[in-house]
């Protein structure tokens, strides 16, 4: 629904409610009356009956809930697919779960004196995980790949990692 015609519905709305109270001659012909009437169970009968009878003449206040069901759902459909993983997004689960691998496979890394980590980046994709950066011998890229594949939760690793060239 546009703005204009929401806008619209929304003056529409506040009209037939205005109109309703400013016409005390027309409410006391149908039975209503003022709220403080002498018989209060009468008068409260009388309101109820009265605004039933006005809810079914009145479209309006049909569409009104319609209007809003239909935006509370429009609201609540873009934050549902955002959670949503596609082919080239995660979840967030997925991501939660990535960084948590990816902070154990650095953590790894660090704990090892044999593996420079400083030089080593670590990132997850999916249980992925992959290894680059420099390091000076090809011992240390093994000891790193190993490291990463001893985390619980790594499907497989990627070694991206170059060695240094001698000086």
């Known amino acids: 629904m546009s703005r204009a015609a929401a806008r619209s519905?929304?003056?529409a709305i506040a009209r037939w409610g205005r109109r309703e109270h400013r016409d005390p001659a027309g409410a006391a012909a149908r039975g209503g009356g003022h709220p403080h009437a002498a018989d209060p169970?009468?008068?409260?009968?009388?309101?109820?009956e009265s605004r039933l009878s006005n809810h079914r003449r009145n479209p309006a206040m049909m569409n009104r809930r319609s209007m809003l069901g239909a935006?509370?759902?429009?609201?609540?459909?873009?934050l549902l697919a955002a959670c949503a993983p596609t082919a080239t997004r995660q979840s967030t689960g997925e991501y939660v779960d990535?960084?948590?691998?990816?902070?154990?496979?650095?953590?790894r890394l660090v704990d090892d004196p044999a593996v420079k980590a400083r030089e080593v980046k670590v990132e997850t994709y999916r249980g992925v995980v992959q290894l680059s950066g420099f390091v000076a011998t090809a011992a240390e890229a093994r000891q790193a790949v190993e490291l990463?594949?001893?985390?619980?939760?790594?499907?497989?690793?990627k070694n991206d990692i170059l060695i240094k060239p001698a000086p």
């Open 71 to 78: 935006a509370a759902a429009a609201l609540a459909l873009p």
């Open 98 to 107: 990535d960084a948590t691998i990816t902070a154990r496979v650095k953590a």
């Open 41 to 48: 169970a009468a008068a409260s009968a009388r309101d109820s």
């Open 148 to 157: 990463a594949r001893g985390v619980p939760g790594v499907q497989s690793v």
């Open 9 to 11: 519905a929304r003056r």
